[in-house]
């Protein structure tokens, strides 16, 4: 037996993504967007409103960032979603968060977010809201990384998103491996 919800947009996990600008003075701006991800191979695709500051910021500097939200930020990756920064101009600094200036695209990085892609703007439609990036970089603290320098699940929780109830949810714990686990039914 399954149950019927009709045509809706959720996606299971549905990642909590931080987009971070820059306004036209250099003040760091960021907001909350769920409705995002992997457009292309080195592409990402996050849905902006064109009422947003970050909107207007990203398409007045052709650039913005993308940092993954984690359990241990929930509330101020919440707070950058609840909060206008056409009402609030300082709210990036009201979130606690502090910005780096990314070494590749005018646009910074949140220094408390461990995760961060980076991109240059392809495309913004302003009717769908639809923000298009080239990722022209990722970075990631040493301190979510395994011996090897990849970045490890054990050592990063990112969170996502339950629209439905409107929760946010860690991930963590790894139940197969990429690639081997279906080999069993060869």
Not at 105 to 120: F, G, R, S, W
């Amino acid at each position: 037996m399954r149950k019927n919800f009709g045509s809706q947009s959720w996606l299971f996990p549905m990642p909590v993504l931080i987009v971070a600008t820059y306004d036209e003075n250099g003040n760091p701006d960021a907001m909350n967007a769920a409705w995002g991800g992997i457009h292309d191979t080195n592409q990402i695709g996050v849905c902006i409103d064109p009422g947003h500051k970050t909107a207007a910021n990203l398409q007045k500097t052709g650039a913005f960032t993308v940092s993954i939200g984690d359990a241990e930020h929930v509330v101020e990756c919440d707070y950058v979603g609840i909060v206008s920064g056409n009402n609030v101009p300082d709210k990036f600094a009201q979130a606690g968060f502090h910005a780096v200036k990314s070494e590749f695209v005018n646009a910074p990085i949140i220094a408390e977010l461990p995760m961060t892609l980076e991109c240059k703007l392809l495309s913004y439609d302003v009717k769908t809201g639809c923000a298009t990036g080239e990722i022209v970089n990722i970075s990631a603290a040493d301190t979510i990384l395994d011996a090897d320098g990849n970045i490890s699940l054990e050592k990063f929780t990112p969170i996502c998103f339950n629209p439905v109830n409107h929760t946010y949810t860690a991930l963590g714990k790894t139940v197969g491996k990429a690639f081997e686990a279906g080999k069993i039914l060869k």
